[in-house]
């Protein structure tokens, strides 16, 4: 089991930024993958961006350039940089953690973005 708290959402105007926390109350060290999905209205899920517990890190493409994600292994968390924001970029943010050898997710209980034109 690990815990997820997510943080930092709130409504930006178009081309700004924002961060994204996620506490996580596991060591990064048992987990295979940490990333953020996000969800607009009426759309699917969709992976932003994921780190692997080896390093390797995969972005939407719609998102490239733009997010960053990273980690503070010191203090379990893990950040969403987001720049040049887009009205498109509205959503719920969800933190997500891969765990163990069946890869069990588990997810944050999400955080609003909203970007304005």
């Known amino acids: 089991q690990v815990q997820l708290v997510e943080s930092g959402g709130g409504l930006v105007q178009a081309g700004g930024s924002l961060r994204l926390s996620c506490a996580y109350s596991r060591s990064i060290s048992t987990i295979n993958a940490m990333g953020w999905y996000r969800q607009a209205p009426g759309k699917q899920r969709e992976l932003v961006a994921r780190?692997?517990?080896?390093?390797?890190?995969d972005y939407a493409d719609s998102v490239k350039g733009r997010f960053t994600i990273s980690r503070d292994n010191a203090k379990n968390t893990v950040f969403l940089q987001m720049n040049s924001l887009k009205p498109e970029d509205t959503a719920v943010y969800y933190c997500?953690?891969?765990?163990?050898?069946?890869?069990?997710?588990?997810w944050g209980q999400g955080t609003q973005v909203t970007v304005s034109s």
């Open positions: 780190e692997t517990s080896g390093g390797t890190t």
């Open positions: 997500n953690a891969v765990i163990g050898v069946y890869n069990v997710h588990y």
